[in-house]
Each structure stands twice: as structure tokens, then as C-alpha cells.
């Protein structure tokens, strides 16, 4: 082996001799011509890992400028005309472009001349770009420039929404086709976030929707899904319930059973409810504007059944005063007969006309005793037990567009205007607590419990339009101070005064307060208010109260027409629309 490895050496040696010595040049006139191409091959190699640098770092931009794009608000081009369409692309190809060159720096030092296309549809957001990128050694062969080309599709995904309309359904509502503009905006905003008609999408697993047509009360449905009685206070618990009545076996709740709606059929509780009592905010007792669950335990939690009691009549005199709600069913009820205003009433107490008198004679609960009152009207204004409160119930939150849209259509105006109950009932629905915790199944969709308070995926939303002041008629009804409302009557004893003042020329600030605390308390658990007033009839100070209810400034639009109230609520639309869009890559 050794042998070998000499003979091998020696070899080599004699080899490499003969080559140094060879004078004919030709091996070196062969490796002059290689260089050439060699040393162009090894700067296109240079030039290949600069350019695939440059690549990476170009489609890292341009990503970057895609997300940006889709981001930003202008990327729905839902409900813009072609040549609208056409401006708006235009806009965002110049923002993507400014973007790009402020974040986007070539390594060859200088600003590229770029080329950028955006590309909207439903699904997605698209950006290509192009630009040239110089080359060193490459440019001997005459390629002096490489045109780099990027494209970045981000696809828009739902982030889905809890939302509820908040429906002023007052009398005033009645006025220059108010109420059918309401009903036109509101269908029109389901439409928008739907993306069609309820023909075209009945359901979306990313939409839960709401209603809550509010006047001076609100009213559930108690064959409503996930309703339930518990909430309400059947057994007079609460003390609130038992104002109305000079009897403490008497409530509201159990009222409703003693009055006829024919000669042979009585009357059951048709829903509505009154607000819970004010207390105070640092105790946590401000039941009138908070979403805490009623709970038997604590009786002041339970909701009291509505009922607006038969006010003095005198047979049909108004020599002491002047009074709402004192006719039922079209007529004074008389001082004599079955059932009777005084029965059971002694003679000095039907005597008594002083304010104390006047009351014991409007709490006789055995005027009620097999009165036959009628039915209630759900499409106008009548005296009895109901009168204030909305004539249609709330609509909890469902997946079946079609219980909503059905709401929508059954809504009347009449009533006074009480708008913190329908902004606290608009949060108590949204709330993850009782009331309401159940989300309604569809057709595809099973039930769902309701999201909780900032919830990493579901957007929760309330929408508010009302066309008037809190009004209440203070001052009106010389013995109540108000017309009847879910806060009870405005000279209601201090103790049990859901106002907070019994000065009828408070009161309307004192709602106002309530409103404001409302709307404060739903947007600091991460719900998003968009507010608008609507009609001649809202005064420029409720106006501004309304504007501080909204999330921001751009959440409120006073809405002097229907038109205006459409175009609103299709903003509204759009607006919720692009904050629950989110981008994946």
C-alpha cells in the first residue's frame, strides 16, 4: 500500500510539471473564455439572492398594506353606486400605495415606482403591486431590471353581533307617517347587516336580533322563548306593586284577574311591566336602571306588573280636579250600582274631596271587582289598566329573523314618552343575566345561551330612535302630577317616588338623568350605542343629551325625515358591518 501511494504522488507531480511547461496556450485561452460567463454566472447568483431578499421583504409590504386596507372603514363598498364604487377603490389604492412607500424601504436605497391594484368583493380584499428592482452584475447581459410582483388576499370573515333595536313607539309616533318610516329604517337596517331581504336571508348563525318598543312602559311577551314569571312580582313582594290599592292583599299583578274583558271572561296580566325602584348608584340599589336578575329574595328586584289605575270620576264631574285614565271602556264609572267608584266606601269618605280623600277613593281596588273594561286596543291609545305602555311586547333575542321583522310590522304608536325605560330594557336584553339568558333557536341554528359582558368574539349593539322629549304630562293631573308611566304617578310619596322628586317641574330633568345613566352603564359593559333622534318634536337640549347616550359623536344623527332616518340606520348598518369584519390571512 505504502508502494502505491509513493507511486501515485510521483505521478501527480510529473503531471502538473508538464502542464506549467506547455507552451502551446491553449488550456489558457480556454479558461479566459470561461471566465467571462463564469463570473456573469456568479453574479446573476448574487443577484438571484438579492432579488429573492427583496421578494420577501416586497410581499411582507405589501401583506402589511393589505391588512391596513381591509382594516380601514372605506372597505365595504355595500350600498355604493358603480361609479361610487369605482371613487372608493381609487381612494384606497392611493392610501395602500402611500402606505407602502412610508413602511416599505427597497435595499437598493431608493423609492421604487410602484404599481398598486385593490381588488373588493364580498369575501375578500385583494392588493397586488408591482415595481422594478435594479440589477448589479446581471445588467452586462442587458437585463438591467427585475419587476417584482406581490399579491396579498385577505379574506373577511363576521364577527358576530347581539343587537337590539330600541323603538320609540309613543303617540307622538303617529305624526307625518313617523311610524312607518320607523318601521321602513329599521327593516332596511336588517337588511343591510343580513346582506339581504328576510325572503333571501331568513337566518345567519352570525346575527342575534332584538326589538324593544318602549312609550311610557314596556311590555313582554310571556309566551315569549326563555320568558319567565319569576321575574315578575305575582304576589306583591315588592312594594311597588301594592301602591295602587288601599288593601294589603292587593297587587297589580292579581288586579288584572278581577276586571272582565266580556260578561263572562276576566282579564289576565297582558304583560307589561313598571320599573323597579331608583335607590341609589353607590349601593347598587338604582334597580330602575341597572340589569341586576330579580330574584324572590330581594323582593325590590322583581318587576311589578303595570297597572294604571281608574282615577277619580265623581260620576263624570271635574269640579276637583282634572285626571287621566278616568274613563274605562268609553265611560266615567258611576257612584251607584255594580261595580260601583265608592263601593264599600263609607259615607264620609265619599265625601272627602280633600287630595287624601281623592286618593283613598282612586286605591278602592273594589271599583275593580267584575268591571268588564273590554279589550285592549293594540293599535291605539285607550284608557284602563294598560294605559302608557307600549301596545307591543318585546322580542328577545333570536336567531329567526322572521319573529323580529314580525315585531317590527306590529308596532303602534300611542303613549307618553319614557325613554330610560326603553334604553334599560334595550341592556337588560343584550345582558347575560336575567332577565333574558337564552338566545331563540332557528331553523338551522339550535338556542344559544346569550354572550357575556366584552366578549372576544361577539359584538353587542343597541341602536336607540325616539322623536320626542321625556314627556310625561307633569303637571296634567292635578292629583297624580303625571299621567300614568312604568315610574308610577309623580306625586307617589317620596319613599316610594321612582323619580325622585315629586315637583312636577323636575321631573322631566329627573328622567333625563335617568336616561343619561342608562345609556352610561350599558356602554361601560362594552355594549356599542348608536342614537337618533328623530322628527321637528325633539328639542335641541334633548338632542345634545341624546348625542352624550351614543358611544361617540359619530354614533348620533338627528333625523329630520324618514329619509334621513333611512339613511341613518343604513349608516348605522354599514358602520356595524365594518367593525365586525375582521381579516385572516
Known amino acids: 500500500m505504502r508502494n502505491f501511494i509513493d507511486a501515485y504522488a510521483v505521478s501527480t507531480r510529473r503531471k502538473l510539471k508538464a502542464f506549467r511547461n506547455d507552451c502551446l496556450g491553449s488550456v489558457t485561452h480556454i479558461t479566459a473564455v470561461a ?4 463570473m456573469i454566472a456568479a453574479g446573476a447568483a448574487i443577484d438571484t439572492v438579492r432579488i429573492n431578499r427583496e421578494q420577501v421583504a416586497f410581499d411582507a409590504a405589501v401583506d402589511s398594506a393589505a391588512l391596513a386596507v381591509a382594516s380601514d372603514d372605506r372597505a365595504s363598498l355595500a350600498g355604493l353606486s358603480e361609479s361610487q364604487a369605482a371613487t372608493r377603490i381609487a381612494e384606497l389604492e392611493a392610501y395602500a400605495k402611500k402606505y407602502m412607500e412610508e413602511n416599505y424601504t427597497p435595499q437598493f436605497g431608493s423609492n421604487p415606482v410602484m404599481d398598486v391594484k385593490v381588488e373588493i368583493t364580498g369575501q375578500y380584499v385583494q392588493l397586488t403591486a408591482d415595481h422594478d428592482f435594479p440589477t448589479t452584475i446581471m445588467s452586462l447581459t442587458g437585463i438591467e431590471k427585475i419587476n417584482l410582483v406581490a399579491t396579498s388576499q385577505i379574506m373577511k370573515a363576521m364577527r358576530p353581533i347581539e343587537m337590539v333595536l330600541v323603538m320609540d313607539t309613543t303617540g307622538s309616533m303617529a305624526s307625518s307617517g313617523k311610524i312607518d318610516g320607523a318601521k321602513t329604517a329599521a327593516r332596511d337596517l336588517l337588511s343591510t347587516v343580513y346582506g339581504g331581504t328576510l325572503a333571501q336571508v331568513p337566518e345567519s348563525e352570525y346575527l342575534r336580533i332584538a326589538l324593544v318598543p318602549f312609550a311610557a312602559g314596556v311590555r313582554l ?6 320568558f319567565n314569571l319569576n321575574w315578575v312580582d305575582t304576589t306583591g313582594l315588592n312594594p311597588l306593586s301594592k ?8 297587587n297589580n299583578y292579581m288586579a288584572w284577574s278581577q276586571v272582565k274583558k266580556t260578561s263572562s271572561s276576566y282579564h289576565t296580566w297582558n304583560g307589561c311591566v313598571e320599573a323597579r325602584m331608583r335607590g341609589s348608584s353607590a349601593s347598587g340599589t338604582d334597580y330602575n336602571v341597572n340589569d341586576a336578575a330579580p330574584a324572590s329574595g330581594t ?8 297597572f294604571a289605575p281608574d282615577s277619580p270620576s265623581f260620576g263624570s264631574s271635574t269640579s276637583y280636579g282634572t285626571y287621566a285614565n278616568d274613563t274605562w271602556n268609553g265611560s266615567y264609572i258611576p257612584e251607584s250600582g255594580t261595580p260601583s267608584e265608592v263601593a264599600g266606601m263609607t259615607t264620609t269618605q265619599k265625601n272627602d274631596t280633600s287630595t287624601a280623600g281623592l286618593i283613598y277613593r282612586q286605591q278602592n281596588q273594589a271599583k275593580y271587582v267584575n268591571r268588564n273594561i273590554g279589550s285592549e286596543s293594540t293599535t291605539s291609545a285607550t284608557n284602563g289598566p294598560w294605559k302608557g305602555c307600549a301596545k307591543t311586547p318585546i322580542v328577545p333575542l333570536t336567531y329567526n329573523r322572521a319573529n323580529v321583522e314580525a315585531g317590527i310590522t306590529a308596532m303602534a304608536a300611542a303613549g307618553n314618552t319614557l325613554i330610560a ?3 334599560a330594557w334595550g341592556w337588560r336584553v343584550l345582558s347575560p343575566g336575567e332577565p333574558f339568558t337564552k338566545v331563540e333557536a332557528s331553523t338551522s341554528f339550535p338556542a344559544d345561551t346569550i354572550s357575556t359582558y366584552n366578549h372576544p368574539r361577539w359584538l353587542k349593539i343597541m341602536v336607540i330612535m325616539t322623536d320626542g322629549d321625556n314627556d310625561i304630562s307633569a303637571g296634567v293631573d292635578t292629583l297624580n302630577g303625571t299621567t300614568y308611566t312604568a315610574y308610577g304617578r309623580g306625586k307617589e310619596t317620596l319613599a316610594d317616588n321612582r323619580f325622585g322628586t315629586t315637583n312636577s317641574s ?3 330633568g329627573k328622567l333625563d338623568d335617568a336616561m343619561s345613566e342608562a345609556c352610561t352603564k350599558a356602554k361601560a359593559e ?12 325633539v328639542s335641541s337640549s334633548t338632542q345634545a343629551k341624546l348625542q352624550a ?3 361617540d359623536a359619530d354614533n348620533y344623527q338627528h333625523a329630520s325625515s324618514s329619509a334621513d332616518l333611512a339613511a341613518f340606520f343604513n349608516h348605522i348598518g354599514q358602520d356595524v358591518l365594518n367593525k365586525s369584519i375582521y381579516v385572516s390571512k
Open 421 to 423: 325605560e326603553g334604553v
Open 299 to 306: 323582593p325590590a328586584t322583581l318587576f311589578p306588573a303595570y
Open 243 to 250: 301602591l295602587n290599592f288601599n288593601s294589603s292583599t292587593w
Open 526 to 537: 362594552g355594549i356599542e350605542l348608536y342614537v337618533t333622534s328623530f322628527g321637528s318634536g
Open 549 to 551: 347616550c351614543a358611544t
Open 506 to 508: 323636575e321631573i322631566m
Open 221 to 226: 311577551n310571556p309566551n315569549a322563548y326563555d
Open 35 to 38: 471566465a467571462i460567463p463564469m
